[in-house]
């Protein structure tokens, strides 16, 4: 299931990108958006992960991100998430680049993360702009209110809204100088993030994409390979090893 060609590829590789989607915390137990027990089905995007309909509905909005808060802390780390641990520690540079906002790469243990959709666990208020990350606070509160009387909002970027330019610098700068960059769990419908695999492509990358069946990005990929996550990324990383052994 995990070609030669890869395992050589990562042994000789001196920088590796990683982009995450949804699919990497599905074995944890998170939904994912537009999968079948997806997120957005029982919501739709536009009228919850935006701006206006935060200030339509602050509530609503808030009471979802407060469900998934919730469970985001009744879940855990899968092996595909610690395999990417072990990854970043068996090449030269890595960078994660994650499209997720449940903080579950941080937990595993990964190091060099760049987040493009913010974090679920952090928010501030639209007026004075006090944070109010304590997650515990995030869960008590049912009217997402600043002491100035101002909205607190979750620190994710919403449809329509601009990336954090550094963490976006940072993604770009990592696909356009890697030698290996892979395409993990996301159904590559979302941009900017969707591009990135493009740019590594472009800049000479071998790319490669894991998850459970082809997606919008799969046509340009050198290797896609269809599986889970938490399955496919030990063994590639069981591969590696065995391969690094040898070369010792
Ligand atoms: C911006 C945070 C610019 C909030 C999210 C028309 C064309 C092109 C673009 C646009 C357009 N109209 C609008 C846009 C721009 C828009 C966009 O891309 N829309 C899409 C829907 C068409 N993008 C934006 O608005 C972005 N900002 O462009 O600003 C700008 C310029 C000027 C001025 C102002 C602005 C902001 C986008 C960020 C939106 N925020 N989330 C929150 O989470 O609540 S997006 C949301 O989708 C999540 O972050 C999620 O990560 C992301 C992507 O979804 P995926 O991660 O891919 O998840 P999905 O469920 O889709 O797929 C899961 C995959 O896993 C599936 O393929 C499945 O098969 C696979 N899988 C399942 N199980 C497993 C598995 N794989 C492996 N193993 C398994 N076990
Ligand atoms: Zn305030």
């Not at 913010?118 to 109010?132: A, P």
């Not at 515990?136 to 330019?165: H, T």
């Not at 050198?222 to 399955?231: P, Q, T």
């Not at 391969?243 to 010792?248: T, V």
Request: charged share 25%.
């Amino acid at each position: 299931m995990i070609s030669e060609k890869l395992v050589q590829k990562l042994k000789n590789a001196k920088s590796v990108a990683v982009l995450t989607g949804a699919g990497i915390s599905a074995e944890s137990g998170v939904p994912t958006f537009r999968g079948s027990e997806g997120l957005w089905k029982k919501f739709k995007p536009e009228e919850l992960a935006t701006f206006d309909a935060f200030i339509r509905n602050p509530e609503l909005v808030w009471e979802w991100y407060n469900y998934r808060r919730k469970l985001i802390q009744e879940v855990k780390p899968n092996p595909g998430h610690y395999a990417l641990v072990e990854l970043e520690n068996l090449v030269p540079n890595f960078t994660l680049i994650t499209q997720n906002v449940d903080n579950l790469h941080r937990r595993a243990g990964s190091r060099n993360i760049v987040e493009l959709h913010g974090n679920i666990e952090k928010n501030y208020c639209i007026k004075c702009g006090k944070r109010y990350d304590d997650v515990n606070l995030a869960l008590e509160m049912k009217v997402p209110k600043c002491d100035c009387g101002g909205l607190i909002r979750p620190d994710v970027v919403w449809f329509g809204e601009l990336l954090p330019v550094d963490q976006w610098e940072k993604a770009e700068e990592a696909a356009s100088n890697c030698d290996v960059f892979f395409s993990i769990g996301t159904s590559g419908v979302v941009y900017p993030a969707a591009s990135l695999p493009q740019i590594a492509k472009r800049n000479g990358a071998y790319t490669v994409e894991i998850n459970i069946e082809r997606t919008d990005l799969s046509w340009f990929m050198d290797e896609v390979i269809i599986g889970k996550s938490g399955e496919i990324l030990p063994e590639i990383v069981k591969k590696l090893k065995e391969a690094l052994a040898q070369k010792s």
